[in-house]
């Protein structure tokens, strides 16, 4: 897990409110331990703490809203989250098991509880430390595995989740990018390409992650023990996410390594097919790749004004000076 934050973030009001659930978040607690705010977490609180009950001491994680109000405007809501969370579970994602949903009367705000998986979530470190070399030679196909099993849920049951098509994503970023006060000519560039080279719909419409990448993922010397963050969650195009997962952002200098800067695409698609039963669509991906990037863009773009405004954090800041470095990658990816 990442760092924790330093003592003076923790909030007295949190820690009485966690004992007050105690029992509810595991039956039987009585008690509340070691209260932490990590670090990180660019949109959502992330607190580690233990509970104490009879059966001894249990690790968990809290997964909160801004000081337990503030929503951002494009997740799905935590409480959704969680659900999702727990049918990934039931389709056999390796997931944090959630234990407790916040409720209104717990004076949380909104959030939820989950078991807390030990493991890192560091890309830098996955892809380049020693202790993940073995996990590094399957993570490729684990992943192509892990994203087919969430493909096959069924997305009937979450009618209430957005349903957008590419175009209507082109639109969708073009406008955050162009709320910005800096023109991009290398954005202009590769929004015009992504409205001109539109892919068709797909034939079966996949509950999608929608961040499902290296930094998402936790990992332990065997491979992925868990994905996290699944607030952008959407009904579209599964290729969605394979091109996601192979955005050069996500691969930490290890550029020669396509997917998530540890495996090869081959290795990713053989495993997905294998796994779904869906074939592969190449000329999707690589749309949804450039389409991926000029998304990471945007954000990174409008960071600027997060941070001279709403949200002056370190996180804010290092996310806004990456704008330039999606410039390259859009280059290199137009002239493919």
Not at 172 to 199: D, I, K, T
Not at 209 to 218: K, S, V, Y
Request: charged share 25%.
């Amino acid at each position: 897990m990442d760092a924790p934050a330093s003592p003076a973030a923790l909030e007295p009001t949190l820690l009485d409110s966690l004992i007050r659930i105690a029992p509810s978040i595991s039956p039987h607690a009585n008690a509340i331990d070691n209260l932490e705010r990590l670090s990180g977490g660019a949109t959502q609180e992330i607190w580690r703490f233990v509970v104490i009950g009879p059966n001894g001491r249990d690790s968990k994680i809290l997964r909160r809203a801004r000081q337990g109000a503030k929503v951002g405007e494009t997740g799905i809501g935590l409480e959704m989250e969680a659900e999702l969370v727990a049918a990934a579970a039931a389709a056999g994602v390796p997931v944090p098991r959630v234990d407790y949903v916040l409720r209104p009367a717990d004076g949380l705000g909104r959030g939820y509880v989950m078991n807390c998986i030990d493991g890192e979530t560091l890309g830098g470190r996955i892809v380049k430390s020693e202790k993940f070399a073995a996990a590094r030679q399957t993570l490729a196909s684990d992943c192509g595995t892990i994203l087919a099993q969430i493909h096959a849920v069924d997305p009937a049951r979450f009618a209430w989740l957005d349903r957008r098509s590419p175009v209507q994503l082109v639109d969708q970023w073009l406008a955050v990018y162009r709320a910005g006060s800096v023109v991009r000519p290398v954005f202009e560039l590769a929004f015009r390409w992504l409205a001109s080279h539109v892919p068709a719909d797909p034939d079966r419409p996949a509950l999608v992650h929608g961040d499902f990448r290296n930094g998402n993922l936790m990992i332990g010397p065997e491979g992925v023990r868990a994905v996290l963050d699944w607030e952008l969650a959407h009904i579209g195009d599964p290729m969605e996410d394979l091109g996601w997962l192979c955005v050069n952002s996500w691969r930490f200098g290890c550029i020669d390594r396509p997917v998530g800067g540890f495996g090869r695409q081959e290795d990713l698609f053989d495993a997905y097919e294998r796994q779904s039963g869906r074939r592969v669509n190449r000329t999707a991906i690589r749309w949804w790749e450039i389409f991926g990037t000029i998304r990471w863009g945007a954000i990174c773009a409008g960071g600027l004004a997060n941070f001279r405004l709403a949200d002056p954090t370190i996180e804010r800041a290092m996310i806004a000076r990456r704008a330039s470095e999606t410039e390259i990658d859009l280059l290199r990816l137009l002239s493919d």
